[in-house]
């Protein structure tokens, strides 16, 4: 599963390998093709509205299926610089469930298109890891499965991704005909979803103050983005097309920070062009043939003091806010992609503040068996903390 290298590989060669800045060069960020359904479509005066407040709402029709109902759920939140952009979640509610628990499920995503969305991708077996939501299901809890990497598809950008998962929750708890309002909440993901989930826990009590978690829970989470592009060599790799779509996922949220673009030379630019809109099974496809090497008009590692800043930015090692919420942190050992002792780090600082922490090991090393192991573990973590019972502290 070295091809899943990436849910962070997040920043790995290409956003680092092309900083330096060329004065020669004009090319701008590309961004996604916006979806055409109307309903993904941000009102022109979505700044009115508070991070958190809905702006549409709409039931879709699964035919037959009569035992959960599908909803998406357009919301008003905020980007890195700090302006307002729409986000979107899909809920699904087990019928006949009064109040049922609501789980936001951040699920992989690894991609650069609009279409790779969990609003749009739960049908097309892109959203790798949807299966992780039918458990929940299972248990008779809601479960919402946010596109938390914003309008722009900004991959590898893990502050905004945090801060769309938790408007993405007060949003559905607005909606009315959904019930969950007063539901006990919990926040769970693995690798890129797991950094979105361990971050939206992390500025919680900073950017919702009053949104109310019961616990949350994050596995292969990739804590330190600057240690990742470190440790990644220069030669060809497995993940590389997911790599170079974190490079330019950054950009799209950093345009002013990362122009990575201008150091792609002709064949990196078609390159760009050619995946822009791409999901994560094409970019594997056609990456794996592909190297910084070959794309790059400059090579700069680590030279640009920018660029490593906003590695950090985007690193939960580096980030000194805590959340207050019960916290389950799983990692395996020996994982290949996501470095372990970043993750011990982060759960040993917790510890020493007084979060509410629960850090288990697994001695693994491939990363997604990490995933299938732990999810139980997360799921019955949960189902404690929603029966109020005294959350376990193992650092």
Same mark, same amino acid.
């Given at each position: 599963?070295?091809? #899943?290298?990436?849910?962070?590989?997040?920043v790995?060669?290409?956003?680092?390998?092309?900083?330096?800045?060329?004065?020669?060069?004009?090319?701008?960020?590309?961004?996604?093709?916006?979806?055409?359904d109307?309903?993904?479509?941000?009102?022109?005066?979505?700044?009115?509205?508070?991070? *958190?407040?809905?702006?549409?709402?709409?039931?879709?029709?699964?035919?037959?299926?009569?035992?959960?109902?599908?909803? !998406?759920?357009? &919301?008003?939140?905020?980007?890195?610089?700090?302006?307002?952009?729409? /986000?979107?979640?899909?809920?699904?509610?087990?019928?006949?469930?009064?109040?049922?628990?609501?789980?936001?499920?951040?699920?992989?995503?690894?991609?650069? *298109?609009?279409?790779?969305?969990?609003?749009?991708?739960?049908?097309?077996?892109?959203?790798?890891?949807?299966? /992780?939501?039918?458990?929940?299901?299972?248990?008779?809890?809601?479960?919402?499965?946010?596109?938390?990497?914003?309008?722009?598809?900004?991959?590898?950008?893990?502050?905004?991704?945090?801060?769309?998962?938790?408007?993405?929750?007060?949003?559905?708890?607005?909606?009315?005909?959904?019930?969950?309002?007063?539901?006990?909440?919990?926040l769970?993901?693995?690798?890129?979803?797991?950094?979105?989930?361990?971050?939206?826990?992390?500025?919680?009590?900073?950017?919702?103050?009053?949104?109310?978690?019961?616990?949350?829970?994050?596995? /292969?989470?990739?804590?330190?983005?600057?240690?990742?592009?470190?440790?990644?060599?220069?030669?060809?790799?497995?993940?590389?097309?997911?790599?170079?779509?974190?490079?330019? *996922?950054?950009?799209?949220?950093?345009?002013?920070?990362?122009? #990575?673009?201008?150091?792609?030379?002709?064949?990196?630019?078609?390159?760009?062009?050619?995946?822009h809109?791409?999901?994560?099974? &094409?970019?594997?496809?056609?990456?794996?043939?592909?190297?910084?090497?070959?794309?790059?008009?400059?090579?700069?590692?680590?030279?640009?003091?920018?660029?490593?800043?906003?590695l950090r930015?985007n690193?939960?090692?580096?980030?000194? /806010?805590?959340?207050?919420?019960?916290?389950?942190?799983?990692?395996?050992?020996?994982?290949?992609l996501?470095?372990?002792?970043?993750?011990?780090?982060?759960?040993?600082?917790?510890?020493?503040?007084?979060?509410? #922490?629960?850090?288990?090991?697994?001695?693994?090393?491939? !990363?997604?068996?990490?995933?299938?192991?732990?999810?139980?573990?997360?799921?019955?973590? &949960?189902?404690?903390? &929603?029966?109020?019972?005294?959350?376990?502290i193992?650092?």
């Amino acid at each position: 599963m070295r091809r #899943i290298s990436t849910t962070v590989l997040a920043v790995l060669l290409c956003a680092l390998y092309l900083v330096a800045p060329d004065p020669a060069a004009t090319a701008e960020p590309l961004y996604p093709t916006p979806n055409p359904d109307p309903f993904f479509r941000a009102p022109d005066d979505l700044g009115r509205l508070a991070p *958190g407040d809905v702006v549409r709402v709409r039931r879709l029709d699964l035919g037959p299926v009569t035992n959960i109902s599908v909803w !998406h759920v357009a &919301f008003r939140s905020t980007n890195s610089a700090g302006n307002p952009i729409m /986000g979107v979640t899909t809920v699904l509610v087990p019928a006949g469930v009064v109040r049922p628990p609501l789980v936001s499920y951040q699920a992989l995503i690894n991609s650069l *298109g609009t279409k790779c969305n969990p609003s749009s991708s739960l049908i097309n077996e892109e959203t790798l890891d949807a299966w /992780g939501s039918v458990l929940p299901l299972s248990r008779g809890w809601a479960i919402s499965l946010p596109d938390y990497l914003g309008p722009n598809v900004a991959y590898g950008a893990a502050r905004l991704s945090g801060m769309v998962t938790l408007d993405s929750v007060e949003a559905v708890q607005r909606v009315p005909e959904l019930g969950l309002d007063q539901s006990p909440v919990g926040l769970a993901g693995y690798s890129g979803g797991g950094m979105a989930t361990a971050w939206a826990a992390a500025l919680q009590p900073t950017y919702a103050p009053t949104l109310k978690l019961t616990a949350a829970a994050a596995g /292969g989470v990739p804590a330190d983005l600057e240690q990742m592009a470190l440790g990644i060599g220069f030669g060809p790799h497995p993940g590389f097309g997911l790599a170079f779509a974190a490079a330019m *996922g950054l950009e799209r949220e950093y345009p002013d920070r990362l122009p #990575i673009s201008r150091q792609l030379n002709e064949t990196g630019l078609w390159f760009r062009d050619f995946t822009h809109d791409e999901c994560r099974r &094409f970019l594997l496809l056609h990456g794996a043939i592909r190297n910084a090497e070959q794309l790059a008009a400059t090579k700069n590692l680590m030279d640009d003091p920018d660029a490593r800043a906003v590695l950090r930015e985007n690193s939960l090692r580096h980030y000194p /806010g805590l959340p207050t919420v019960p916290t389950l942190l799983w990692q395996g050992v020996y994982d290949e992609l996501t470095p372990f002792d970043a993750v011990a780090d982060v759960a040993a600082r917790y510890c020493r503040e007084g979060v509410p #922490i629960t850090f288990s090991r697994y001695d693994l090393s491939e !990363h997604m068996t990490t995933a299938v192991a732990g999810l139980p573990e997360a799921w019955n973590y &949960f189902e404690a903390r &929603f029966r109020g019972e005294p959350t376990p502290i193992r650092c």
